[in-house]
């Protein structure tokens, strides 16, 4: 019952504390989606030699470039250091739709299955649900984690695409024919008979790995060299451009998470020390008779862990309520908020720590009056 009474008296100095906590955890949640998108990035492009069709599509590179015939997939598969090459269709999930100044962009990736990934770091992709796709699977799909929580998809879910319609088998169909559906100059070409192409010729890029002992970039430098037609990103140069482009977003979210920090740990802070200070008349009656300074801080420590404790976990309770209805709702289907264990962590020791020490700086500055000066000024 003491408690309840004690936060009860806190009341505004517990939504003070919430309100700044979930500020603070908004930002950095922020931060975090784009760091680990950044790492996330990083580490794929890394992990493989991208390789692209040259020619007119839907986007030009990593995203839906010139067809790669198959014949053009073996030609690579020959060059001296390549160890394994998948065939690859990646494209726009919506091509009229721009994604300027977007971070995720939404995208359909197909790839041959019957070839192991040749990504050193994503032998498989993660798949947080359900399972991967697997040889043989047809009008199934494994979507992203960011896709399934802006849709509300969960493995056995049906997502349709062009008109048809695909069971969700994972948490991460046919692309070639999406790829078709989404692009009216190739279908137009393929319905003339102008070029000869099987399904096999219609992929826009190829993932390849490399043996071990042998330099990435070597190797991308001799597939451009060997085979014609095709547009070659070297792993540490994809890596560079990735980086450089997603900077802005960084540094952005990095300096407005340094300056949520400031501002919230002063206001909580400022909070804090304003409760206790509010408090000073029933500290001067309290040291009138008899109370020791350690008791009073034995006392105000409890009820300041107590008060930051409530407080910071309704901002963190704030924080995840606001971040799930702007990517729910908000957010054009792209996930904007990451909230990790390390953010949540982070944020809930830093406001009990910095509560319980503006509660005690507060306290000394209360002891060091007389009792008659503490009670005169609490009047």
Same mark, same amino acid.
């Given at each position: ?59 030009? *590179?990593?995203?839906? $470039?010139?067809?790669?015939? &198959?014949?053009?997939? @073996?030609?690579?598969?020959? #060059? %001296? =250091? /390549? ?125 390849? *790995?490399?043996?071990? $002992?042998?330099?990435?970039? &070597?190797?991308?430098? @001799?597939?451009?060299?060997? #085979? %014609? =037609? /095709? ?149």
């Amino acid at each position: 019952m003491r408690s309840l009474r004690v936060l009860h008296g806190y009341l505004f100095t517990v939504i003070g504390i919430a309100i700044g906590v979930a500020g603070l955890v908004a930002l950095g949640a922020m931060s975090e989606r784009i760091v680990r998108f950044i790492e996330g990035g990083d580490r794929f492009v890394l992990g493989q030699i991208s390789v692209a069709g040259r020619g007119m599509g839907m986007g030009t *590179g990593f995203t839906a $470039g010139g067809i790669l015939p &198959a014949a053009t997939i @073996r030609a690579i598969s020959e #060059v %001296p =250091g /390549v160890q394994g090459v998948q065939a690859q269709i990646m494209l726009p999930l919506d091509p009229s739709t721009s994604q300027f100044m977007t971070v995720t962009q939404e995208l359909v990736l197909g790839m041959d299955l019957s070839v192991p990934m040749p990504n050193r770091h994503y032998r498989t992709l993660p798949v947080r649900s359900g399972r991967f796709l697997q040889q043989g699977d047809h009008k199934v799909a494994v979507v992203g984690a960011s896709f399934a929580a802006s849709r509300s998809l969960s493995v056995g879910s049906h997502v349709t695409l062009e008109d048809e319609d695909y069971e969700v088998v994972g948490v991460l169909d046919d692309a070639r024919a999406q790829w078709v559906a989404k692009d009216r100059l190739l279908r137009t070409v393929l319905a003339s008979g102008g070029m000869a192409l099987t399904a096999s010729d219609l992929n826009t890029g190829a993932a390849v *790995g490399w043996r071990d $002992g042998d330099d990435p970039d &070597a190797v991308a430098v @001799r597939i451009k060299e060997r #085979v %014609p =037609g /095709v547009n070659v990103q070297l792993p540490s140069e994809l890596s560079r451009l990735l980086r450089s482009s997603t900077a802005f977003f960084s540094a952005l979210l990095v300096g407005i998470g340094a300056l949520a920090f400031v501002i919230g740990g002063l206001s909580l802070a400022n909070t804090m020390a304003a409760a206790v200070f509010e408090r000073i008349r029933d500290f001067g009656v309290k040291r009138a008779l008899g109370a020791t300074d350690l008791q009073l801080g034995r006392e105000v420590l409890a009820e300041s862990l107590a008060v930051t404790m409530v407080g910071g976990l309704a901002g963190l309770g704030l924080a995840r309520g606001l971040g799930w209805f702007i990517d729910r709702f908000l957010a054009q289907a792209q996930q904007l908020f990451y909230f990790s264990p390390r953010l949540i962590v982070g944020a809930l020791v830093f406001s009990i720590l910095l509560g319980a020490a503006a509660a005690i700086y507060a306290t000394m500055r209360v002891v060091s009056l007389s009792p008659a000066e503490a009670i005169r000024r609490g009047a």
